[in-house]
T-cell receptor, first 116, second 112 residues
Framework: AQSVTQLDSQVPVFEEAPVELRCNYS??????LFWYVQYPNQGLQLLLKYLSGSTLVKGINGFEAEFNKSQTSFHLRKPSVHISDTAEYFCAVRRDYGGSQGNLIFGKGTKLSVKP | NAGVTQTPKFQVLKTGQSMTLQCAQD?????MYWYRQDPGMGLRLIYYSASEGTTDKGEVPNGYNVSRLNKREFSLRLESAAPSQTSVYFC???????????FGPGTRLLVL
């Protein structure tokens, strides 16, 4: 069955430091991957997505992610974080077979806390 | 252009009461979704509607019903609320099932 594992539930980091949020997936068919961000008391917003092509995907707010097929990973990175990046980040994979085909399977989320 | 809107923003129910959560989108999207979000669980799909006139179960449909009223609106109904349904509910829409989903601001539901 397809699944998404976010390895860290919480990541504290100081402002202007680099950050990496880890995501591993399992999928036996073609892979379509997403990162969403949820700011406090808001809905989810798409950060970036990988559908095909270049394995390095650039998103909004300076974030990027790299698709690594051999390691089944899609880690999210930012070279220098700001206080405003404090939010919860969700990795998701598109379901490609069975019931609910085409729908998203979400990881449990990683809370990024940026400290001054 | 409001995107995806949800009402109400917050609701408190007693066990056994019923209520309907409303969702509307103004992006002319074909597909709409209802998720619930619980701490440490991520988002789980309750029901979705691939297109107007169709609805299908997601991962956690028990205790819920949905209605795709028209292309814009997709409601979620709790017939007899239970404390286990205390959660934050998100509606989302996309042009097609395979496309990027856009989320509403959520409804916080507390069942006592």
């Amino acid at each position: 069955a397809q699944s998404v594992t976010q390895l860290d539930s919480q990541v504290p980091v100081f402002e202007e430091a680099p950050v990496e949020l880890r995501c591993n997936y399992s999928s036996s068919v073609s892979v379509y991957l997403f990162w969403y961000v949820q700011y406090p008391n808001q809905g989810l917003q798409l950060l970036l997505k990988y559908l095909s092509g270049s394995t390095l995907v650039k998103g909004i707010n300076g974030f990027e992610a790299e698709f690594n097929k051999s390691q089944t990973s899609f880690h999210l990175r930012k070279p220098s974080v700001h206080i405003s990046d404090t939010a919860e980040y969700f990795c998701a994979v598109r379901r490609d077979y069975g019931g609910s085909q085409g729908n998203l399977i979400f990881g449990k989320g990683t809370k990024l806390s940026v400290k001054p | 252009n409001a995107g995806v809107t949800q009402t109400p923003k917050f609701q408190v129910l007693k066990t056994g009461q019923s209520m309907t959560l409303q969702c509307a989108q103004d992006m002319n999207h074909n597909s709409m979704y209802w998720y619930r979000q619980d701490p440490g669980m991520g988002l789980r799909l309750i029901y979705y509607s691939a297109s107007e006139g169709t609805t299908d179960k997601g991962e956690v449909p028990n205790g819920y019903n949905v209605s795709r009223l028209n292309k814009r609106e997709f409601s979620l109904r709790l017939e007899s609320a239970a404390p286990s349904q205390t959660s934050v509910y998100f509606c989302a829409s996309s042009e097609m099932v395979m496309e990027t989903q856009y989320f509403g601001p959520g409804t916080r539901l507390l069942v006592l």
